[in-house]
């Protein structure tokens, strides 16, 4: 149960291929243009719902909020904390819980008839627009729905444009959620010889994310490198096969997984797949798997 102090919404979102000829048509029905934004929403993980710190031109909060996933205008709940030092909280969570995905956007937002409408250019996935009808300033639930239904022919959104999900969740599906996974490994290398800590994260091709680092061992030819960890995960969790990687190590801005993890990869990707090179909020460098090991053996060449 979120508190007493939460408060309803009714919203739609839904991505814009034309976001100029959209602000033109909001501004044409009558929208107050309230200007640009830009926000950056850190989310971490929650036991129930969302949970993420939002940084903003205005005061920062951390918002608990549940929303149904769903295409149609939903209806989600909120509880919005003030937060004096934004820094010092997000250091304190990522350190207790790690951080999932950072949203990044810039944020137009118009007012029209008690709806809020966000013109929305979001970072690694494009533009969107989202229609919220704050109760009650857009009246009682059926009035919301209705001025949200009206918004939303008006701006000629249609059932192949809508979003079920948050950026975060499309962000989660993205590079950035493998990146920050191996990442989040890489802190827990155990590395005391080499201290050249490395992280690794595949992506299943159920989606889910498998991470490993690197493991050393006094042994040294014993010891075994972080994308042979993750692929590990990957087959203890029940997957054969996938569709991206990601490599990061402390002390090198791109790390090139060496031949023999090359090939470790390769048992389970094809030459398309993905490969990222780089810390989190760094720029990354994208390859593919056939780029890293062109000809390589494999198991065709195992066929009788
Ligand atoms: N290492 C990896 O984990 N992956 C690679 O692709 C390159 C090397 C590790 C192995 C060893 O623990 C340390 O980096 C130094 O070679």
Redesign the pocket.
């Known amino acids: 149960m979120l508190s007493a102090m939460a408060r309803v919404n009714v919203e739609l979102k839904a991505r814009d291929p034309t976001p100029e000829s959209t602000l033109a048509r909001c501004l044409a029905l009558g929208a107050a243009d309230q200007g640009v934004l830009a926000q950056r929403d850190t989310y971490f993980p929650a036991r129930r719902g969302r949970l993420k710190l939002r940084e903003a031109d205005e005061a920062p909060e951390l918002i608990a909020y549940r929303r149904p996933d769903s295409p149609d205008p939903a209806e989600s709940t909120y509880v919005l904390a003030p937060v004096s030092e934004p820094h010092a909280l997000a250091d304190a969570l990522d350190a207790a819980l790690g951080t999932v995905v950072v949203v990044s956007k810039r944020r137009r937002l118009l007012l029209w008839q008690g709806v809020r409408i966000h013109l929305d250019e979001v970072e690694g996935l494009g533009s969107f627009v989202e229609l919220e009808a704050v109760l009650p300033d857009a009246g009682d639930l059926a009035e919301a729905q209705a001025k949200l239904a009206r918004m939303r022919a008006e701006l000629g959104i249609d059932n192949g444009a809508l979003v079920s999900v948050g950026y975060a969740d499309l962000l989660m599906d993205g590079p950035q959620a493998l990146r920050r996974a191996a990442d989040a490994a890489m802190r827990n290398a155990y590395?005391p010889y080499?201290r050249?800590k490395?992280g690794?994260a595949v992506r299943g091709n159920s989606g889910a994310i498998y991470a490993g680092a690197?493991v050393?061992n006094a042994a040294y030819p014993q010891?075994q490198?972080?994308?042979a960890s993750a692929l590990g995960a990957l087959v203890a969790a029940g997957e054969s096969a996938i569709t991206a990687v990601a490599?990061v190590a402390e002390k090198l801005e791109v790390?090139?997984?060496?031949g023999g993890?090359r090939q470790r990869l390769a048992e389970f990707g094809g030459p398309e797949t993905a490969v990222y090179l780089g810390r989190p909020g760094g720029t990354a460098t994208e390859l593919t798997l056939g780029e890293l090991l062109p000809g390589s053996f494999g198991r065709e060449a195992l066929r009788e």
């Not at 790390?255 to 060496?258: G, R, S």
């Open positions: 590395a080499s050249f490395v690794a690197n050393e010891g490198c972080a994308e490599v790390c090139p997984p060496c993890c």
